[in-house]
Each structure stands twice: as structure tokens, then as C-alpha cells.
């Protein structure tokens, strides 16, 4: 007999039925419901925790627990943490390398700095409790105990809506903090604020964040403003920190901002409607008219929330564990969250040298495509394009036109960009090795010419690259067909400490622009990339069956640990970097040999559960560095699905399954692991295909992309195609006897007709149909 359960997970009551140990829930139409944006929270990015903002937005409204603390290295935990128990304001711009604009509401005696977290009284910030906080894709709210004012956020893709509602006080503020480091800003330049005879507060923030004067010194990230509030103020002033002026409209400089003081009744709202730009003010003011002019906090608010829905929805996941589906969208909503809108309505963007670009229009006077900052795009092609090319190609294709102004504009492209400033991060470049890629899916809207052309200046030219465009020293690998190991210099560390990840990054992505060469009937680069494809094999010791840096003078390096970070390899070891063979990983098992591959890679995931596949419980980005396995950086995301090619795909399975259960958490401090790097939805989109049951090692870099299959988490999977790129409209996954105890794959079908191998087609999937698997306890390797 059937039995109705009430379950209740973060916040979230569930019905469900109890029939013997299986439990399972009736589909929700509202996804944002299974998005917990605290997850994961106490050590997290900048970009992290915003869930006022909409998808790939440029404005991302967000509480900020330690925010004007700054980021000393660019790339620290920053923001909001789960730990902490205050918050000091809500900035507006939350991406990477960029941050600020900050309002706090207050009552009482006006306090213009925001205070230290070990001594809240001393500044504006709040002390709150999590009971009194909500958070979800597109809308937070708290209440701000030492105040009692309720604070909301939510916005369209260009505009932050706060709304605060206050209590009844004669001492109400609203304050506006504009020239101070927020986030991985980094120091701020300058600033500007001021009221207009209109009521408008309008200024724009200089700053120069720590990675941009890194690779591109001197240049520097604006970002511009223009808010409207819907209640008038009975008094206003500036300040520049705390030293505070009555009754003046403007205040300049670094540490500047402007209150506002109301007298309010109980409960009564004040919203405050903020247009954002790179570009200028007046493009501000234009975004907030086109985006938001005539609509209220509620009704952006629901606009968020349909918004999000209608994404979260082009995936629908139905399971046994409520939590597996908490955690498959939160993933989903990170990967929809980062790398966000960086041009205007208008098509105006921000160029590389500081000056204002304009994006082509259409016949209808709208942008043919939109611009966006970026982190390094290192590793992406083991989670967000793969995710990207199968349910938002449209997302894709305008990444794509994005890095294509870059190039346009300064003649390279660009890793990673804030406000169009080079901000690489890393040291490589795979831009072009997604280009092929995005081409090799079906994605041909962008410019083949133009594209194809950045590629193959991005694999093959050395001379005078600027440090922002990564691969420094490329022009070593062209010559030697590997990058010869240095051990000293004086020169910046891309140049020479990392020669051996080197070598394998770009021969991967030598690979994927090869591959696109032949594609396109380029025999002679073809030839030449293919060639390089095969540095890593340079780079490999048969003795140790390792990588092993090597000296321009063909000898590998002596004292040489497998173990050891940063001599040879950027955040990983030679343990880990062997595996980094992606383009072709049958020539790797060749040379290791399949039952000696097989028993080592085993290994390496029994050793590393333990650790939780990474650092362990250890709060810190670079923990499990010196580990064999490290789910918490790129090098190794591809590393559990290599099973399928020695002829053990039952392991995948086995350990792709308990990395998503023990890696992945759904509470506050486990979260994306514990000392996670989660650079703008990498980690979540990972978990939301390998949870399907869905990767290709080879990122879709090859003419025809074969999608390695594994064991999905749930019963059934829905993806919406877009018809404008793809013939499908719909591909299903039917998974039979899926439980935890049946973790293996006894058969795979395609439209009824048995697979034996565990690999589709990518088209096959583009194309629509029905995948069916069959599970069990048996590990089964042959099918």
C-alpha cells in the first residue's frame, strides 16, 4: 500500500510516496524551488552568492558579509560567507575582477563605513539571522536585526532592484558607498557621486583589480550608475568615508558615497531601481529605461523568477533523492549565474583600450549579438561548453562573438576579460580550442573567417603576444614541439614554471584547432597542429610512466617529485597532469597499458575518497593540490571518465556516482567540495553532465563529438533543444531500476536499438531521441 510522506529539505516540503525503500516526487513546475544559493557559501567567489541576479546578468544585487575587505590575490574566498552573521551592504556588480557600487539601508545615528565583522557597532553593517533570510534563483530578502528593516533584491538582466522596508523612524537612511573597494574590484582609482535636481543618484567607480594591472598594467574597470528611487528625501549629504557633509549634492574621489534621509512610517517601502553600464552614465540611464521604466519591485520580481525558470527548465531531472535534485539545480543556476552581460541595450561595450565599442545592429535597430566578462575559460570545456553547446547554444554562439570583439578590437583573444581588460589568470589560452569546438556542435552563426583566423594566431604566434593573451611561451612549443623546462627566471611565471601542463594544454588545444583545420579544408595547418597534438608524448617517461618535464636539451629534469606543485605544473602535479591526454587517450593507455592504467587510475580515486576527491575538509582554494586526485581545480575534471575508453566503464560509473555524492554537498560549508575554486559555474555545470550521465572527454573538439556515457543520478532527463541550432526538439533519458544499490549500467538503447559501447553521437543526442539504460548492482563492462 501506497503512502503519502511529507519530506522537507533546505526549506522545501516535498510529497512524496513511500513504496518499500523508493521514494520519488511529483514534478514541480517551479524549479527555482530546488535552488539553494547558500550552498557551499562559507568559502566561496565573488560571484558566488547572488541570487538578486538574473541569468548571465550584469547586474547581480547581493548581500555582502566582508566585501570591502578586498581580495589581496584576485581570486580569495570574498564576499559572502556562510560563517559570518552580519552584513554590510548590497553591491551591484558581482563579477570576476569587478565589483562595486554598494547601498545600505539604516536608522538611527547615520554611520557612513561599513565596520569591521568582529565589531559590527562601529559601521552600517547589520547583524541577521538565517531564519529571517530567503535566497533563491532570482530573489533574496533578510531582515536586518539592528535596524528592523527588511531588505529585497531582484532584477532584469541590467538592473538591480532593492527594496527596503523600514520601520517607523525619523532617522532613515539610505546609503549609497561608491568609492570603495568591493570584492575582487581591487583598489579603487576614483570615484563620483552625486544627486541630480530630479532626484536621480547617479556615479561611477575607477578600479583597478589585481589581476588586470597583472596582465594589462595601467588599464582599469569602470563601472557606471543611475538610480531612481520612488520616495523623495527629506535631507541628503556625501561622504568620504566618515567624514560626513550636510546638505551637498556630490562628493568625488576615492572613499566617496551620499545618504539619503527619510522620515518613514511603519512598514512603509522605499525601492530603489539601479540602471547599470561599463560604458557610461547616460547608457546607464538608457538601460534603466529599456529594462525597467514603469515596473515595480514585485513585478521584476516575477519577472526573475519566470525568466529562471524558463532556463532551468531547457533541463528537467525527475529522482529518488530530493537532494540529488537541490544539488543538480543550484549547479545548474551557477552555471547560468557567471560570466555575465557587459554591453548595453544599445550594443555600446566596453573595448580593450578603454574606449567605447559599438556591436553591430539589426534590421530592427537591436544588438546582433551581446558582450560578456569572462574568467579564464580554463577547464570549461570539461563542463560549461559542453552544457552550453547541448542546452544553450544561443549562449554559446554569443560567448563566442563576445571573444571575437576582443580580437577584433586588440588583435588577440583573451582567456579571461573584465570590462574587456585582459585578465588571463592563468597563463594559457583556450579560446580557439572552444571556437572549434562551438563549430564541431552545429554553431556557425559567427564569423567562420574571423574566427578560425584568432584561432590559429592563438596556437601558433610568439612574437610580441601581451601578457594577457596567455601562452608566452608557445613559441618554444611551435620549435621543440614541447615547452622546455626552466627552473629560474626572472621573468613572470607563465614564461617558465609551467612548462610541462603547458606542453599537454597546447597540444590539446592543437588538437581541437587541427580537427576545425581539417574541417575546413586547411591541409597544411592541419598537418602543423596535428604535429604539436602530439607534444605530450615529448613530455612522457616510459621509465615512470609519468609526464616528466624535460630541458631544451631533450634530458628530463633531475630531483623530480610526482608529487610537486608549481616546478612543471600550475595548480597540479605530475600525478594528475599524466591523465591530461585528452585528445587522445587510447595513445596514453597504449603506453601505460590498459590493466596497468585501469589499476592506477583505480587507485587514485580509492586513495582520494577519503579526502572527498580533493583537499579534504580543509577551507581553502588550492587545497588537494599535491593530491593524486583534485576535484576542486580543472586539471583532473575529465579524469573519472577515462575508464570508458580502457575497458572498465563500470569505474566510471562507480566513482563519477560518488564524486557527485561525496564531493558535492547541499549544506552551507559542503558545498562544491570544502576549499572549492568555483570560477563561475565550472564545478556546478560538472556536476549538472556528469549527473546525466554525459561527458566527452575530448570537450567536442573531434568532427563527429562522441558523448561518453555513465551512470545518471536520476530516473528520467528532459532536454529542450533549440530548434534555431539543432534538428531535435527533445532528448530523453529513461533510466530503469535506478536506485543507489543499482549504481551500474546493464545495457544502453538508442531509439530501441542496443549500444555496445559506452558512446553516442553527439548529433544523436542534437538530433532528439530517447536514451534508455537498464541498472543493476552488477558492474557490466561489455554490452
Not at 249 to 255: D, L, R
Not at 305 to 325: A, F, P, S
Not at 679 to 704: E, M
Amino acid at each position: 500500500m501506497l503512502k503519502k510522506l511529507k519530506l522537507t529539505f533546505a526549506g522545501i516540503t516535498f510529497l512524496a510516496l513511500n513504496a518499500a525503500s523508493t521514494v520519488t516526487y511529483a514534478q514541480q513546475t517551479d524549479l527555482t524551488k530546488y535552488v539553494d544559493p547558500r550552498i557551499g557559501t562559507a568559502h566561496s567567489r565573488w560571484f558566488f552568492f547572488t541570487p538578486g541576479a538574473s541569468p548571465f546578468g550584469m547586474a547581480k544585487p547581493a548581500p555582502s558579509t566582508n566585501g570591502h575587505y578586498g581580495n589581496a590575490h584576485g581570486w580569495d574566498a570574498v564576499g559572502y560567507d556562510y560563517r559570518h552573521t552580519s552584513i554590510e551592504g548590497f553591491a551591484n556588480f558581482h563579477e570576476f575582477q569587478v565589483g562595486g557600487v554598494v547601498f545600505a539601508p539604516s536608522t538611527g545615528p547615520l554611520q557612513t563605513v561599513p565596520g569591521r565583522l568582529e565589531h559590527p557597532e562601529e559601521g552600517y553593517r547589520s547583524a541577521f539571522d538565517r531564519k529571517d533570510e530567503k535566497a533563491t534563483a532570482g530573489y533574496y530578502s533578510v531582515l536586518l536585526k539592528k535596524y528592523g528593516i527588511r531588505a529585497e533584491l531582484t532584477s532584469t538582466p541590467r538592473v538591480a532592484f532593492h527594496r527596503y522596508t523600514f520601520p517607523a523612524n525619523k532617522q532613515s537612511h539610505i546609503i549609497f558607498d561608491i568609492g570603495n573597494k568591493q570584492g575582487e574590484s581591487g583598489e579603487v582609482k576614483d570615484a563620483k557621486v552625486y544627486l541630480t535636481p530630479e532626484g536621480r543618484v547617479e556615479g561611477y567607480v575607477i578600479t583597478q583589480p589585481v589581476y588586470v594591472l597583472k596582465y594589462q598594467p595601467n588599464a582599469e574597470v569602470i563601472m557606471y550608475f543611475s538610480a531612481v528611487l520612488d520616495k523623495k528625501p527629506e535631507s541628503y549629504g556625501t561622504f568620504n568615508g566618515d567624514q560626513k557633509t550636510d546638505g551637498v549634492k556630490e562628493a568625488s574621489g576615492k572613499g566617496a558615497g551620499i545618504y539619503l534621509n527619510f522620515n518613514t512610517k511603519d512598514k512603509e517601502s522605499i525601492t530603489v531601481k539601479a540602471g547599470l553600464s561599463y560604458t557610461s552614465i547616460e547608457n546607464a540611464r538608457l538601460n534603466l529605461q529599456a529594462e525597467a521604466n514603469g515596473l515595480t519591485f514585485d513585478a521584476a520580481k516575477i519577472k526573475a523568477h519566470n525568466t529562471w525558470n524558463q532556463y532551468l527548465r531547457r533541463i528537467e531531472v525527475e529522482g529518488n533523492k530530493q537532494e540529488d535534485i537541490i544539488k543538480f539545480y543550484t549547479g545548474l543556476y551557477h552555471a547560468l549565474l557567471g560570466r555575465g552581460l557587459a554591453s548595453d541595450v544599445n550594443g555600446a561595450y566596453p573595448k580593450n583600450d578603454g574606449t567605447v565599442g559599438q556591436i553591430a545592429l539589426d534590421a530592427k535597430g537591436h544588438p546582433m549579438h551581446n558582450h560578456y566578462n569572462t574568467d579564464a575559460i580554463w577547464g570549461a570545456f570539461w563542463n560549461l561548453t559542453q552544457l552550453w553547446a547541448i542546452a544553450y547554444p544561443e549562449y554559446y554562439s554569443d560567448y563566442v562573438k563576445s571573444q571575437l570583439l576582443i580580437y577584433k578590437d586588440s588583435g588577440w583573444l583573451a582567456d579571461g576579460i573584465a570590462n574587456s581588460k585582459y585578465v588571463s589568470g592563468v597563463g594559457t589560452n583556450y579560446v580557439s580550442l572552444i571556437m572549434a569546438s562551438a563549430y564541431m556542435c552545429g554553431i556557425h552563426d559567427f564569423d567562420i573567417q574571423q574566427g578560425y583566423a584568432a584561432a590559429i594566431k592563438n596556437e601558433l604566434d610568439g612574437e610580441n603576444r601581451p601578457r594577457g593573451a596567455g601562452k608566452l611561451d608557445v613559441a618554444r612549443f611551435v620549435k621543440l614541439g614541447y615547452v622546455d623546462h626552466i627552473d629560474k627566471s626572472t621573468a613572470s611565471a607563465e614564461v617558465w614554471q609551467f612548462s610541462a601542463s603547458h606542453t599537454l594544454e597546447y597540444s590539446f588545444s592543437s588538437y581541437a584547432v587541427g580537427q576545425w583545420a581539417k574541417l575546413l579544408g586547411k591541409q597544411k595547418d592541419y598537418e602543423q597542429l596535428n604535429a604539436l597534438s602530439k607534444g605530450w608524448e615529448k613530455i612522457y617517461d616510459p621509465a615512470l610512466k609519468l609526464v616528466h618535464p624535460k630541458l631544451a636539451n631533450g634530458q628530463f629534469i633531475d630531483n623530480f617529485k610526482p608529487s610537486e606543485v608549481w616546478r612543471g605544473f600550475q595548480e597540479g602535479n605530475a600525478w594528475q597532469y599524466t591523465f591530461y591526454v585528452p585528445q587522445d587517450p587510447n595513445g596514453l593507455i597504449a603506453k601505460i597499458g590498459k590493466t596497468e592504467f585501469t589499476k592506477r587510475l583505480d587507485s587514485i580515486f580509492t586513495v582520494s575518497q577519503p579526502n572527498a576527491f580533493g583537499g579534504g575538509k580543509k577551507l581553502d582554494a588550492f587545497s588537494g593540490l599535491e593530491s593524486p586526485y583534485n576535484h576542486g581545480n580543472q586539471p583532473n575534471l575529465h579524469t573519472s571518465w577515462l575508464f570508458n575508453f580502457s575497458g572498465s566503464p563500470s569505474l566510471t560509473q562507480k566513482w563519477v556516482r560518488a564524486i557527485c555524492n561525496e564531493f558535492y554537498g547541499a549544506d552551507g560549508i559542503h558545498g562544491y567540495g570544502y576549499g572549492q575554486d568555483e570560477d563561475q559555474g565550472q564545478l556546478g555545470a560538472w556536476y549538472v553532465i556528469s549527473s546525466l550521465g554525459l561527458f566527452d572527454v575530448k570537450g567536442f573538439t573531434d568532427i563527429k563529438p562522441q558523448v561518453g556515457l555513465g551512470s545518471p543520478l536520476f530516473n528520467k532527463v528532459t532536454i529542450k533543444l533549440n530548434k534555431k541550432y539543432y534538428k531535435g526538439t527533445q532528448f530523453v533519458m529513461e533510466v530503469k531500476n535506478n536506485s543507489d544499490k543499482n549504481a551500474y549500467v546493464q545495457s544502453f538503447k538508442y531509439n530501441n536499438k542496443a549500444l555496445h559501447q559506452p558512446f553516442l553521437p553527439l548529433a544523436d543526442i542534437l538530433n532528439g531521441g530517447k536514451l534508455s539504460l537498464d541498472m543493476g548492482t552488477k558492474p557490466v563492462n561489455t554490452y
